[in-house]
């Protein structure tokens, strides 16, 4: 019997939890999460973690797992996640990934490069050179030193552009010299892969209710907290959407609607940025909609069976 492995993937708010929870149920599955800002401890309520209500009624991994201080790449989570595969196929469940990260996806489906650890000497001179200089003339002096990164990193990524840099410096190889010559760790297993697409009005609508939501859940209390732990301000955890725009508010430089409103742009944005990347890296997935749970859960387990 081949190992099965489930891939459900989706803009944020489309409903991939629920789905993910009534599609374990039916196929004695266990669900593995894939999103980069719900592994954080500090953060349930802006990161729209599933509620301890949803993950009592299936088994969920990798959710709540890391300290916001910590630093935790795609790398990281394939290694969590291969052990937390293993661990469903032992007890006969199966492994079902859930989330919005597409770095993550792209791990399982393509693999991840073994580019040798960045010593620290070489990440803080890139990093020093990144402050003097500022995106736009870095960006230029990035691409005189590794022209391979034209067109594959946008201009407005400080992170990738620095990674990118830091690479090439040390390994004297292009990042998308190591990313060519990766493979995928799961090429014995029978992976069948669902993006869930719904229409963009409906995602909109959706979009509002949930920062709504995560008001009435007193999100502007996490955010307080937070605060109070005064982390690097390098640490991905930063880009949550809804830290910046709740501390614009505490700060009384915008209203309460006005920090909701914005919250709701960079949301639409961000499962725009979703969807973009799912049409250049999903080509192949299954793409799947349906307004009634129940229809939508019929249409996935034709998918996965």
Known sequence: MSKKLILLAGPTASGKSNLAIKLAKKINGEIINADSMQVFKEFTILSSRPGTVQMRKVKHHLYGI??????????????????????????????????????????????????????????????????????????????????KIKYKIIQTDPQRLQRAYEVKLKTKKSLFD???????????????????????????????????????????????????????????????????????????????????DLINIKTRQYAKRQNTWARGHMKNWNKLYSKNLSNLLEKSLKVVS
């Not at 990281?76 to 007890?91: G, M, R, S, V």
């Not at 920062?211 to 690097?232: A, D, G, H, P, S």
């Not at 501390?247 to 920090?259: A, V």
């Open 66 to 147: 890391i300290s916001v201080k910590k630093h935790f790449s795609a790398g990281d989570w394939l290694k969590q996640a291969k052990k937390k595969i293993k661990i469903c196929l032992k007890k006969k469940k199966v492994p079902i990934i859930v989330g919005g990260t597409g770095l993550y996806f792209n791990t399982i489906t393509k693999g991840i490069s073994k580019i040798p650890n960045i010593d620290k000497k070489t990440r803080n001179k890139v990093r020093n050179l990144y402050k003097k200089l500022g995106i736009k003339r870095f960006y230029k002096q990035l691409l005189n030193l590794d022209p």
């Open 178 to 260: 190591w990313f060519a010559n990766t493979k995928s760790d799961f090429l014995d297993f029978e992976i069948k892969k669902i993006f869930i697409e719904p229409p963009r009005e409906l995602l909109l609508k959706k979009i509002s209710i949930r920062t709504e939501q995560m008001f009435r859940n007193k999100c502007i209390n996490e955010v307080k907290k937070f605060n109070r732990l005064k982390i690097n301000k390098n640490l991905s955890v930063n880009k949550l959407i809804g830290v910046q725009e709740i501390n614009d508010f505490l700060k009384g430089s915008i209203s309460l609607e006005q920090c909701k």
